[in-house]
C-alpha cells in the first residue's frame, strides 16, 4: 500500500482521527483533527483514546513496547510487580533510583535478552511512566519490534551510522566528532545534560530561563539538585536571575533557542557571561532553531538538539544529540562526567534510519525557512490574527545575533487570534494541515499546543503569556503559496465579531 503524501494529502478531517502521522509502523505522531480531539484526549475520554493508533512514543507506549513489557511482566513478575523496559541496566539504575525518591517504591532489576526489566509493586507504575516521559530513557519500537522477533539489527552496520552521524553534526557545529553524544531521543540528551551540570555543579539546582517545553522544566525540578524557574527572556529576567544567583550558587542555566511555543530568545551572551563569571554552565536546547540556522555552541557549555526534529523530518525516527564544547572549562569534566552515560543508548536500527533521511537535512530545513517566513507573514497581516510568534517578526533581534550567515529563522511558529476562545477551534478544524503533537517534519504539522502540554496547568502557562487559544504550527515543504491558501480558507470560516 502507497504511503499517503502528507504534503498534497494531510491528515485533518474528523475521519483522520488516530491515524498515524506519518503512515509507518513507527509513526511518532498521531492525528488529532479537531480542536475536540485534543480536550477529549487530555481528558482521557474513551471515545478518542480507542481510536488512537499510536502516539508521541514518550506520552503512550508502542504496541510492540507493550508487548515487550507484557511478555517481560509474564516472565519475571510477581503477584502485584508491574514492570518496565529499559535499553540498559544504567537507564534500570536511574529509574529504580527515582522511584525510591519519589514515591519510597522499592524495585529490583532483572536482566532479559540484553536489556534491562525493572520490577515494582503495581501501585508505582504511574511514577515509572513518569520517569519514562521526562527522561526519554526509553525502549524504541524498532528495538521492540527486533526483540520480539528474536532479531538484532548488525551491529557493524548501526555503528557505521552513528560515526555517520557524528560526523554530520560534528561538520555543523564545527567539533570533533568526539565532541558528539547520541541518544535515544531529545529528551533523554536533555536529561544527560542535566546529569552533567549536577556532577560538575554540585547538585546545586539549575535555572530554566525562558518558558520551555513542558518536560524540560519537569525533568530539572525533579532530577538532581532541582531547579529554579525564572519565565520571560527580557532584560528584566537576566535580572531576577542575577539576583537568584548571587543568593545561592546554581549549577547552570537552560535556555531553549528559541522557546517553544512563544518563539522568545534571551540575550545568550549576557546569559553565558553570566553563568561563566559565577561558575555555573549554560545548556543550550537549539532543536526549535534548528543547528543549521543558528550557532550556539560558543555560548554554550553543552548543546542538546532533538534529531526527531528537522534533522529527521520524516517523522518515523527517534534521536537526540549532545555537544561538549571543546573550548569549555569544563569540557574534560563533562567528557568524564558523561562518558559511559551514552552508549548503546540509540538503537543501530534507529541510528541507520536516521542516517539516512539526515541527509539531505540542510537542503531541507533551508525550504521550511522560506516558506515559514512567508506563512508567518501572512498570519501576521490578517485582520483575524491577534498576535504572531516567529524569528522573522519584528522585536527578535536576540535570535538574529545568533543565525548562521546561511541560516534562516526556523519553521515553527505559533499564532493566536482575537477572540480565541470561540475562533481559535474553527480555525483549526478547519485547517487543511496534518494535526498532531511534535514539529520539524518535512509535511506541515498544526497543535492546540497548550492543550496538548499543559491542559492540566491552563491557568499557570496563561499566566506566563502562553495563551489556552494559541495554535503551534510546524511548516513543511508544501508549496507556499497553497500552503497559505490553506491558511486562508480556514481563517476564512471563523463567525464574525
Same mark, same amino acid.
Given at each position: ?17 488516530? !491515524? ?361 497581516? !490578517? ?85 489556552? !487559544? ?28
Amino acid at each position: 500500500m502507497t504511503a499517503r503524501n502528507l504534503l498534497t494529502d494531510p491528515v485533518w478531517q474528523a475521519g483522520d482521527l488516530g !491515524h498515524p502521522i506519518p503512515d509507518s509502523p513507527h509513526a511518532t505522531s498521531v492525528c488529532l483533527p479537531l480542536w475536540a480531539h485534543a480536550v477529549g484526549y487530555e481528558e482521557g475520554d474513551e471515545a478518542v483514546l480507542s481510536k488512537l493508533g499510536c502516539g508521541y512514543p514518550r506520552f503512550v507506549f508502542h504496541h510492540t513496547v507493550r508487548a515487550l513489557i507484557q511478555r517481560a511482566r509474564e516472565r519475571h513478575a510477581q503477584n502485584g510487580e508491574d514492570c518496565l523496559v529499559v535499553p540498559r541496566r544504567v537507564v534500570a539504575e536511574r529509574l529504580c533510583a527515582y522511584l525510591q525518591r519519589r514515591g519510597q517504591h522499592a524495585a529490583r532489576i532483572v536482566d532479559d535478552e540484553g536489556l534491562a526489566v525493572v520490577l515494582f509493586a503495581s501501585e508505582a507504575a504511574p511514577v515509572a511512566k513518569a520517569f519514562w516521559q521526562h527522561t526519554g530513557e526509553i525502549v524504541s519500537s524498532r528495538l521492540a519490534e527486533d526483540h520480539l522477533a528474536g532479531t538484532v539489527a548488525d551491529p557493524a552496520e548501526g555503528a557505521a551510522a552513528e560515526d555517520a552521524l557524528r560526523q554530520r553534526l560534528a561538520t555543523i557545529y564545527g567539533v570533533a566528532p568526539a565532541d558528539v553524544l547520541l541518544f535515544t531521543n531529545g529528551m533523554a540528551a536533555m536529561a544527560a545534560a542535566k546529569r552533567g551540570l549536577d556532577a560538575v555543579g554540585r547538585h546545586r539546582p539549575s535555572v530554566q530561563l525562558g518558558f520551555p517545553y513542558v518536560d524540560v522544566l519537569k525533568m530539572q525540578e525533579q532530577f538532581g539538585g532541582g531547579a529554579h524557574f525564572v519565565p520571560g527572556t527580557g532584560p528584566r529576567s537576566l535580572d531576577v536571575m542575577r539576583t537568584l544567583i548571587a543568593r545561592a550558587p546554581v549549577s547552570g542555566c537552560v535556555i531553549e533557542t528559541p522557546g517553544n511555543p512563544l518563539l522568545s530568545c534571551p540575550d545568550i551572551a549576557a546569559v553565558s557571561e553570566m553563568m561563566h563569571q559565577h561558575g555555573g554552565l549554560l545548556v543550550i536546547d537549539d532543536t526549535i532553531g534548528s543547528a543549521g540556522n543558528i550557532h550556539v555552541l560558543p555560548y554554550a557549555d553543552l548543546v542538546m538538539g532533538s534529531l526527531t526534529k528537522y534533522f529527521g523530518g520524516l517523522g518515523d525516527v527517534m534521536g537526540g544529540s549532545l555537544v561538549i564544547n571543546p573550548a569549555s572549562p569544563h569540557a574534560t569534566a563533562l567528557h568524564t562526567a558523561l562518558r559511559d552515560d551514552h552508549d548503546g543508548l540509540l538503537y543501530a536500527r534507529d541510528a541507520i534510519v536516521l542516517e539516512h533521511h539526515s541527509r539531505d537535512y540542510l537542503e531541507r530545513l533551508r525550504a521550511i525557512n522560506t516558506n515559514a517566513d512567508r506563512v508567518a507573514a501572512f498570519l501576521a497581516g !490578517h485582520p483575524a490574527v491577534d498576535t504572531v510568534y516567529h524569528p522573522s517578526l519584528p522585536g527578535n533581534e536576540t535570535f538574529a545575533k545568533l543565525r548562521r550567515p546561511d541560516g534562516g529563522n526556523g519553521g515553527l511558529l505559533s499564532f493566536t487570534l482575537h477572540d480565541g476562545a470561540t475562533r481559535a477551534p474553527q480555525v483549526y478544524d478547519k485547517l487543511r494541515v496534518s494535526k498532531g503533537p511534535s514539529l520539524g517534519t518535512n509535511y506541515t504539522l498544526a497543535c492546540p499546543y497548550t492543550i496538548l502540554a499543559h491542559y492540566h496547568e491552563l491557568d499557570w502557562a496563561e499566566e506566563h503569556g502562553v495563551s489556552p !487559544h494559541l495554535i503551534r504550527v510546524s511548516v513543511g515543504l508544501e508549496d507556499a503559496d497553497d500552503l497559505i491558501a490553506r491558511f486562508t480558507e480556514a481563517l476564512a470560516s471563523i463567525t464574525p465579531c
